[in-house]
C-alpha cells in the first residue's frame, strides 16, 4: 500500500482538534473508483470493484490494531510472534448500500462479526430515518467500524454512530468511499472521537444532497434498483 494521508481537518477554522481523516490513496483503489463511477458500469461490475476497494482499504483501516506476542512452534523451532489482541471486531454496514463493503472486509477478517443498522433518507427532507437495528452480543466492547459508500450531507453516518454511542460503544470508525466535505465536517462536530477513512473527497453536494461529482445513488447501483 502507497498508505493513507492524514489530515487533522478543521474545516471551520476554530482550531479545535478533530479526530483524523485519512484519505487512502492507492493506484488500484483510484482505477477502481474511476470505474464505478462511470454511469455506465452494471451492477455487477460495479459490487465487485465495491468489494475489491473495500478490501483494499482495509489494510489502512485496521492497521492500528492492538498486537500481542504468543509461542508459536515452527517446524524448525519455538519462538515469539505478533498476533491480533483482540478477537472481537464488528463490521456495521449501514443499509442498504453499506452492505457491499462487508464482503470485502470478512475476506480480510473472517472472524469479524456483523451488525446492522437499516437508515433511509428522507427524499424531501434528506434526514435519516432508522428502521433496523440488530447487533452481535457483546459487541459493545470491540473495535466497531461502522461501513456506508457515501458520506453526503453526514447525517446518516453521524446517526448511525450516536446510535452506537448510546448503546455503549466507544471504539468507533467510520468508513467510506466517497465523502463530501459537508459530511466529513458534519462528522467531526458530532462525533470528534471518531476517525474517517475515505478513498476519495469531491468537491461538495448537489441541490438533491447527491456527492458531485460522486458516483449517483450508490443503494440503486448496488442493486440495480434504478
Ligand atoms: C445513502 C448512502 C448513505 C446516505 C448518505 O443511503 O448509502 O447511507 O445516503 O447520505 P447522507 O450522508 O446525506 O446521510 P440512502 O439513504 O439512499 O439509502 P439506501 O442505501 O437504502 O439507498
Ligand atoms: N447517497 C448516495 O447514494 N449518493 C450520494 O451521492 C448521496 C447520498
Keep these: 500500500m502507497q498508505g493513507s494521508d492524514f489530515f487533522e481537518t478543521d474545516f471551520q477554522g476554530t482550531g479545535a482538534i478533530m479526530a483524523s481523516l485519512h484519505v487512502i490513496t492507492h493506484p488500484l483503489i483510484e482505477a477502481k473508483l474511476t470505474r464505478m463511477r462511470d454511469v455506465d458500469t452494471p451492477s455487477a461490475e460495479f459490487r465487485s470493484l465495491l468489494k475489491e476497494i473495500s478490501l483494499l482499504m482495509g489494510y489502512e483501516i485496521t492497521r492500528d490494531f492492538q498486537m500481542k506476542t504468543i509461542e508459536v512452534q515452527t517446524p524448525i523451532q519455538k519462538g515469539e510472534f505478533p498476533t491480533l489482541k483482540e478477537d472481537f471486531f464488528t463490521i456495521v454496514p449501514i443499509l442498504r448500500a453499506g452492505l457491499g463493503m462487508v464482503d470485502g472486509l470478512l475476506e480480510l477478517m473472517p472472524f469479524a462479526h456483523v451488525g446492522h443498522i437499516g437508515l ?48 455503549g460503544c466507544t471504539n468507533l470508525r467510520l468508513v467510506n468511499l466517497i465523502a463530501a466535505p459537508q459530511g466529513i465536517e458534519a462528522v467531526q462536530q458530532a462525533h470528534p472521537d471518531v476517525d474517517i477513512y475515505v478513498a476519495a473527497v469531491d468537491q461538495g453536494l448537489n441541490d438533491q444532497a447527491y456527492i458531485v461529482p460522486g458516483l449517483g445513488d450508490a443503494g440503486d447501483r448496488v442493486f440495480g434498483t434504478r
Excluded: I, W
Design 120 to 167: 433511509v433518507r428522507n427524499e424531501e427532507t434528506h434526514m435519516p430515518e432508522e428502521y433496523y437495528y440488530k447487533m452481535p452480543e457483546g459487541f459493545e466492547s470491540s473495535v466497531v467500524m461502522v461501513v456506508d459508500p457515501m458520506l453526503a450531507t453526514g447525517g446518516s453516518a453521524c446517526d448511525a454512530l450516536s446510535s452506537l454511542k448510546a448503546r
